[in-house]
């Protein structure tokens, strides 16, 4: 395999690596973590950067829950589906706003068991 080849292979894997983190809604560092590598180690992955040899992919293939094959083949044309980085932050934004109000619910709670308290022992 020429060097051209390998380094389109190499960018053509990566991005299907990207697509399906962005999919799941992972950050690099949460792969990295579950591969025991650094994030720059993994950046260069998704870059390709590194050529990724099978043993490596299997393990990120496990972590995708998909065949080694499927992660080869992914085509590249599902970086439309793939939800943007934008799509990303919207969810978490999303999911603290639930938390907040949650907290704000309990901290309601918790004042009016103590104004209650407080009237009875008046």
Known sequence: MNDL???T???S???????LRHQHGWSQEDIANRLGISIPAFSKIETGVTDVNLSRL????NIYEVSVV???AVDNDQS???PTHLNVIQKKLNDREAEIASLQRKVIELYEELRTKASVAV
């Not at 894997?13 to 697509?19: D, E, F, L, M, N």
């Not at 299997?58 to 293939?61: L, S, Y």
Request: hydrophobic share 45%.
């Open 5 to 7: 080849t390998k380094r």
């Open 9 to 11: 292979a190499n960018k």
């Open 13 to 19: 894997v990566g991005k299907s690596i990207r697509i």
């Open 58 to 61: 299997e393990q990120i293939a």
């Open 70 to 72: 499927q992660l080869l």
């Open 80 to 82: 439309e589906a793939a």
